[in-house]
């Protein structure tokens, strides 16, 4: 059984992988044996990162590139076949979010959000995925969220990309899954991440309404996306296409509870 979920010999692309969430599911994806093909735009945290995964005895290559940037990211993806080896396996992870009510958001600002959370893994995967059809194999895993299926004051621009990417996961596995190329999707719940940490601080509204509305009552700790990656990642998952994995600690499950209710 264990050999379904063994990733020794692949190569793995994760982008947004020198922090959070991205690291996290790109360190079990190591710790089962892929080389990681680590992306990222800045070089000082590239290094940090680099040194973080060959601290844990996991094999991984920087790659410092815009995931909007077209001709960046085919040069890139290019640069990566010919001279490290095939991307077996890709992680559309890299994303931001802009959390401003819809009247004083700036145009300009929601396009940004949409053009790195959405465009960004349209991008990557064209690029990386003409290289799999050929090779009639490949995984491809898009970091999808809760607003992938639920609307949150403030977060209008990420609500539209992380649904746009639930879409974007269904029709890429519709036209790519006759190559056996598997195309699935993660949706985290809410994490203990830099990401979150303005809304997870003690007292804040938001961190107890979290806990409040999180069965398992907890915010999720990154480790906790490691199983589910490895596992969409593996043989495990050959016959599964067009599907979203909520690792959300019951949320999506429950219409919730008032805070006094035990
Ligand atoms: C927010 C959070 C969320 C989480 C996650 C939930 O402001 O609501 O940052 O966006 O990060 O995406 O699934």
């Given at each position: 059984?264990?050999?379904?979920?063994?990733?020794?010999?692949?190569?793995?692309?994760?982008?947004?992988?020198?922090?959070?969430?991205?690291?996290?599911?790109?360190?079990?994806?190591?710790?089962?044996?892929?080389?990681?093909?680590?992306?990222?735009?800045?070089?000082?945290?590239?290094?940090?990162?680099?040194?973080?995964?060959?601290?844990?005895?996991?094999?991984?290559?920087?790659?410092?590139?815009?995931?909007?940037?077209?001709?960046?990211?085919?040069?890139?993806?290019?640069?990566?076949?010919?001279?490290?080896?095939?991307?077996?396996?890709?992680?559309?992870?890299?994303?931001?979010?802009?959390?401003?009510?819809?009247?004083?958001?700036?145009?300009?600002?929601?396009?940004?959000?949409?053009?790195?959370?959405?465009?960004?893994?349209?991008?990557?995967?064209?690029?990386?995925?003409?290289?799999?059809?050929?090779?009639k194999a490949g995984k491809i895993i898009n970091i999808c969220s809760m607003m992938s299926e639920l609307g949150r004051n403030t977060v209008t621009a990420y609500a539209a990309a992380k649904g746009g990417l639930k879409m974007l996961t269904k029709n890429m596995a519709t036209e790519?899954?006759?190559?056996?190329?598997?195309?699935?999707?993660?949706?985290?719940?809410?994490?203990?991440?830099?990401?979150?940490?303005?809304?997870?601080?003690?007292?804040?509204?938001?961190?107890?309404?979290?806990?409040?509305?999180?069965?398992?009552?907890?915010?999720?700790?990154?480790?906790?996306?490691?199983?589910?990656?490895?596992?969409?990642?593996?043989?495990?998952?050959?016959?599964?296409?067009?599907?979203?994995?909520?690792?959300?600690?019951?949320?999506?499950?429950?219409?919730?509870?008032?805070?006094?209710?035990?």
């Open positions: 059984m264990s050999a379904l979920f063994d990733l020794s010999g692949k190569r793995a692309l994760i982008t947004g992988g020198t922090h959070g969430l991205g690291m996290a599911m790109a360190k079990g994806l190591g710790q089962a044996g892929a080389h990681l093909l680590i992306n990222g735009h800045s070089p000082a945290k590239m290094e940090q990162a680099l040194a973080e995964y060959r601290g844990e005895g996991i094999t991984a290559t920087g790659h410092l590139f815009d995931v909007t940037d077209d001709k960046a990211v085919n040069a890139a993806v290019a640069g990566i076949e010919a001279e490290v080896g095939s991307i077996d396996i890709l992680v559309n992870n890299a994303g931001i979010i802009k959390r401003t009510p819809i009247l004083e958001m700036e145009v300009e600002d929601f396009k940004q959000v949409i053009d790195v959370d959405l465009v960004g893994p349209f991008i990557v995967s064209k690029h990386v995925g003409k290289y799999m059809v050929q090779r790519w899954a006759r190559y056996n190329i598997q195309v699935n999707g993660i949706g985290p719940g809410y994490f203990a991440t830099e990401q979150t940490a303005p809304i997870r601080v003690d007292g804040h509204p938001f961190n107890e309404f979290i806990l409040n509305r999180t069965p398992a009552g907890r915010w999720g700790d990154p480790d906790d996306l490691r199983g589910t990656a490895v596992f969409l990642a593996s043989a495990a998952s050959d016959f599964i296409n067009g599907q979203i994995i909520y690792v959300d600690g019951g949320i999506l499950a429950t219409i919730g509870k008032p805070a006094n209710e035990a």
